[in-house]
């Protein structure tokens, strides 16, 4: 069985681009009550696989009941080139607090290079540049981490986008219940099953490193502890 902390090959650098001082007034404090979600634009990231990780980042920050994505419609500029400073003006106008912009490319090895940007309107100034090179497949992943990213600079509170949830999953008749082992994305995207549903299988926990899945089972109908890797 793979590890449930298997590294996808994923590599994560600072962009040597211009990067304004951290002295934004951006910010969302998550222990107030009645929070008014922030307004962000978030355009579709140029690029191969650009736009699908640009709706998860959506998806995900919009989740949170923290951040409220703008509809793209209505968005006046097409971001052309993430190296160079948007019109902060024309984001103002639709009320956009932050502006998030990307692009993904394939580079000569077949490995997906997506790089973000996260800008803060009002205060016309960069709070975040920086890349990551990974598997094609695993844009998904880039797009949860992007949303952490964002999230964590935000609010100054630690993303939980780019996590796995370990669940048991049941199936086929009431008298017949076959209970399997599986886990999924946060989100609920790629589940894949960890045992076969031979045995019953309950209280799966990660062990507190993350790399190991404990569980009880029940074999012959006897309990016995075991672990996953």
């Known amino acids: 069985m793979r590890s449930v902390a298997k590294i996808l090959g994923l590599i994560v650098a600072l962009t040597g681009m211009w990067i304004a001082p951290a002295l934004a007034a951006l910010q969302v404090d998550v222990n107030q009550g009645n929070i008014q979600p922030m ?10 696989s650009g736009q699908n ?13 923290l951040f409220k994505p703008l509809d793209p419609k209505s968005f006046l500029d097409k971001i052309a080139n993430i190296n160079v ?8 106008v639709i009320n956009a607090q932050a502006l ?37 497949e695993s ?34 008749p ?3 219940r076959k209970k399997r082992l599986a886990i999924m994305d946060e989100d609920g ?17 990660f062990n507190p490193t993350a790399q190991m899945i404990a569980y009880m089972s029940y074999i012959a109908g006897k309990p016995r502890g075991r672990g996953l890797h």
């Open 39 to 48: 307004p962000i634009a978030i355009p579709d990231f140029n690029g191969q």
């Open 139 to 172: 844009w998904r992943r880039v797009a949860h981490i992007i949303s952490d990213e964002i999230y964590q600079r935000i609010t100054g509170e630690k993303g939980y986008f780019d996590t796995r949830i370990v669940y048991i999953s049941e199936s086929g």
């Open 85 to 92: 400073p948007p019109n902060f003006a024309n984001w103002r």
């Open 100 to 136: 998030v912009t990307g692009e993904a490319t394939t580079q000569p090895d077949g490995r997906l290079r997506v790089a973000f940007r996260l800008w803060d309107v009002f205060g016309e100034s960069q709070m975040i540049g920086k890349e990551y090179t990974t598997a094609p």
């Open 53 to 65: 990780i640009a709706s998860v980042v959506r998806a995900d920050l919009e989740r949170s009941g």
């Open 174 to 176: 009431l008298i017949n």
């Open 189 to 205: 995207f790629n589940p894949s099953y960890l045992t076969d549903g031979a045995y019953m299988v309950l209280t799966p926990r």
